[in-house]
């Protein structure tokens, strides 16, 4: 017999360009089946649950969501909120009050834990109950994952800043870093890549947190890339740590900024860049060096949305709906790459998700661990998108100086 109720869909953690695919395509595909008397979605995620905040996205019309599905950020607002065991008791205690028969959270490493959460105390209570886990994060961070929905998109933006970067540098030279989200892993900050069209475009140098970061041998390779090209174009991720994985920014000051969760504030002060540019004008005699934090920049840009991405955000949504409903069945939905370039979505267990953290492979990580293979390119160029800008020179001869 189909399981009767709600639907409730709830948005967690920092937002993305197509996080709303993921939630119109749960939201549509849902309203397909009889057994679905209802299906609210929750404003500001889980703290929404517990606050009863719902809205009836029953009534919306198809036409409105499938506008809402193109803008970036998080339509039903999201919270940082980091559920305990009691937290999540409060969550289920709602759902179960209002019928909610189905529950769909997008979101990253811990809201997939706070599906997991939910799911067992629905468990314990007998009830009869699915819980799925959609994924989403810019950070690519996400276990038995290919990629997440909101990393191309992500990507895409940051391939499109360094090489709008590297025009610049090229045409007034000197040292350029950019500092690019990623507390563990360096997906995004690898994407910048892709600012390279040219054998001496920038970035020349990207440094990924899987790889020890060392203020000498950075300060000898912008060195070495500023002698060779006359200039320097650098990409480095927020979370790059030193051998003995102690963050370069809390080895460089004392005083950080922390959030609620005790985590160091990392590029959202602009303070990494900073302390770098100054390192480097300090231990060369490069005098044009200038730094920015990328930071929220990255995440919602509108107009600059990967294709790939949003339809792969729509699907996660879609499949959630119709493993839970049609299927009856509990997980977190993966992405699997199949051939190039073409994907299929996996259902697996939420304990195989929910707290892991994935990192860049070596093959996708140079020898000298400032820069990437050929490998991470061939990843990554089809999640940008089908239609990729670059940039073009002036090929024509010099002409004979006459004096």
Not at 36 to 52: F, K, Q, S, W
Not at 137 to 166: K, M
Request: aromatic share 10%; hydrophobic share 40%.
């Amino acid at each position: 017999m189909a399981l009767q109720g709600k639907v409730v869909v709830a948005q967690g953690g920092g937002p993305t360009a197509v996080i709303n695919q993921s939630l119109v395509g749960v939201v549509l595909e849902s309203r397909k089946f009889q057994q679905v008397t209802r299906v609210y979605g929750a404003l500001h995620g889980v703290r929404g649950i517990v606050d009863e905040e719902f809205l009836d996205l029953t009534q919306e019309t198809t036409n409105n969501l499938e506008k809402v599905a193109n803008t970036p950020g998080a339509a039903m607002l999201s919270t940082r909120d980091k559920p305990d065991e009691a937290y999540c008791r409060e969550v289920f205690k709602v759902l179960r009050a209002h019928n909610a028969r189905y529950f769909f959270y997008i979101g990253g490493n811990d809201s997939s834990d706070t599906v997991r959460i939910v799911n067992q105390e629905a468990d314990k209570a007998g009830y009869e109950f699915r819980a799925i886990h959609i994924p989403k994060t810019i950070d690519n961070d996400l276990v038995l994952n290919d990629h997440t929905p909101g990393y191309g998109s992500a990507a895409r933006f940051v391939g499109q800043a360094f090489a709008g970067v590297n025009l610049d540098n090229r045409s007034i030279p000197g040292v350029y870093i950019g500092v690019v989200m990623g507390r563990h892993a360096g997906f995004l900050t690898a994407a910048a890549c892709w600012g390279q069209k040219y054998p001496d475009d920038g970035p020349h140098l990207i440094y990924l947190p899987e790889r020890p970061f060392s203020l000498d041998k950075f300060v000898a390779d912008v060195k070495n890339a500023y002698k060779k090209y006359g200039r320097c174009v650098v990409a480095v991720s927020e979370g790059v740590v030193d051998k003995d994985h102690k963050s370069i920014m809390l080895k460089m000051v004392d005083n950080v900024e922390r959030d609620a969760h005790g985590n160091v504030q990392l590029s959202g002060t602009g303070m990494l860049g900073d302390l770098l540019a100054n390192y480097i004008k300090k231990h060369t005699d490069i005098k044009r060096v200038r730094a920015d934090t990328f930071g929220y920049l990255q995440r919602s840009f509108l107009g600059c949305v990967s294709d790939v991405d949003q339809q792969e955000a729509r699907e996660v949504g879609e499949k959630a709906a119709q493993f839970a409903i049609w299927e009856d069945r509990d997980g977190s939905i993966t992405i699997r790459r199949t051939g190039y370039y073409s994907v299929d979505y996996k259902l697996v267990n939420l304990e195989e998700v929910a707290g892991k953290t994935r990192i860049m492979p070596d093959e996708f990580i140079n020898a000298e661990g400032n820069h990437v293979t050929d490998a991470f390119r061939f990843y990554v160029r089809p999640l940008l998108g089908s239609s990729y800008p670059v940039g073009h020179r002036i090929r024509a001869p010099r002409v004979a100086k006459l004096l």
